[in-house]
């Protein structure tokens, strides 16, 4: 505290947090805001926390103002909207920025069997795909088995795919189920806390064991 | 950040929306989606997570915009729908974070201030500030995450402590000490740096 503010002898308490933000945005009552600055007027302390906020403030709103969403959102959220109305999925692949690519390239595979999940929803996967067969490694793995729910679009199950490092191997069977495999290495143990995860999840509408 | 578009006209538009108005959908994204997108990432620190959560809180505002009762602005009402999205997000993939507001180990401050302050000779004040900006994002990394989506509420969204709690579902006085530890924590984050900056 300053030699000021300790002779001037404020009458009241010091201003709250909340009061001096609500002032730094203008969000006060002219009463209030009156009360305020008289004791601003006489106060070091609660006129530097000011000075302070609107510093923080300021340099808050600079670091936020660099980050946007991703300019395929809007379709993402188009395509969705469109999916739930005519019950049709547009045949339309999501547009790509340079800065998806890093994350493309991690999931890849992952991507390209989800996008198609919700392109040609319940027709036969393996059939329309052709995709590789498993490796040697994979028949090793755990695996679960799921039925997505109606609503789960691509980028969804591949959030959720990504989350819990599963990998879709196979699918759908004749009640429309896919077989996710676990990571290698991931014990009994693992398999269990999974399933029971996967279970609670909007986008699982059948979660079970082999 | 000061809006550019005011409460009344996204009331419009919602009720457009209701109606099944796209072209109204289309203008309340690009009034809010920047919104909804940075208050995901003061809490996930992740933007392809945040991205998701501006598509599925979209869809939601796009299948229950009849539902706004007008209590609260469309603002704080759409970002509590997006909190209930990125507290979906958390549970699942933060399980061993379940304490809020622990603090995250992020990058070391002291990484941070190596790689920073190398100011050339001239334009030395430039590039001093420059550095005080990259070391204020390494303090902010730091903070606890329920810590720095209430600031980034009260600071950049200019929430009422009121509104905050709303969104983020919780008693005003938790929302009151978040914001308070936060201040203190990039405080004394933010001058243990001068500090080094002046040896
Ligand atoms: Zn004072």
Redesign the pocket.
């Known amino acids: 505290m300053t030699q000021a503010?300790q002779t001037m002898k404020?009458q009241h308490a010091?201003?709250d947090e909340e009061t001096l933000i609500a002032c730094l945005q203008n969000r006060l009552s002219d009463q209030a805001r009156r009360s305020v600055e008289a004791?601003l007027r006489q106060?070091d302390?609660?006129r530097q926390a000011l000075v302070d906020l609107r510093q923080l403030q300021r340099q808050l709103q600079a670091h936020y103002a660099a980050h946007h969403p991703a300019p395929e959102t809007w379709q993402q959220v188009q395509a969705r909207i469109e999916a739930h109305r005519d019950k049709v999925v547009p045949l339309r692949k999501p547009a790509s920025s340079a800065r998806r690519w890093t994350w493309l390239g991690a999931t890849a595979a992952a991507v390209l069997f989800a996008v198609q999940l919700v392109l040609i929803q319940q027709a036969d996967l393996r059939q329309q795909t052709g995709y590789a067969p498993l490796g040697a490694s994979q028949h090793e793995r755990l695996h679960i088995w799921v039925r997505f729910a109606p609503s789960a679009d691509s980028r969804t199950i591949t959030t959720l795919l990504r989350h819990y490092g599963l990998t879709l191997d196979s699918g759908p069977d004749s009640a429309g189920r896919y077989r996710l495999a676990l990571p290698a290495g991931a014990d009994e143990q693992t398999l269990q806390r999974t399933l029971k995860a996967l279970r609670q999840r909007p986008e699982i509408a059948e979660a079970l064991l082999p | 950040m000061s809006r550019t578009v005011d409460d009344s006209r996204l009331r419009i538009w919602l009720q457009q929306v209701a109606e099944g108005d796209t072209r109204a959908l289309r203008h309340l994204y690009d009034a809010l989606a920047p919104s909804i997108y940075r208050f995901a990432l003061s809490r996930l620190d992740d933007p392809h997570e945040a991205d998701g959560i501006v598509s599925e809180v979209m869809v939601q505002v796009w299948q229950q915009a009849g539902r706004f009762e007008g209590r609260a602005s469309v603002l704080t009402w759409v970002l509590g729908i997006a909190h209930h999205k990125v507290m979906d997000v958390w549970r699942r993939t933060r399980r061993d974070s379940e304490e809020l507001d622990t603090v995250r180990p992020a990058r070391p401050l002291d990484q941070a201030l190596s790689e920073t302050v190398t100011p050339a000779v001239e334009g030395e004040h430039a590039a001093l500030n420059e550095a005080c900006q990259a070391c204020f994002d390494a303090c902010l990394a730091q903070l606890p995450p329920a810590q720095r989506q209430a600031l980034y509420l009260a600071l950049v969204e200019e929430q009422p402590y009121q509104d905050i709690a709303r969104i983020l579902d919780c008693p005003t006085n938790t929302v009151k000490t978040r914001v308070f530890h936060a201040r203190r924590f990039m405080q004394q984050c933010m001058a243990a740096w001068r500090r080094e900056k002046a040896v």
């Open positions: 503010s404020p010091h201003l004791h106060c302390a609660c």
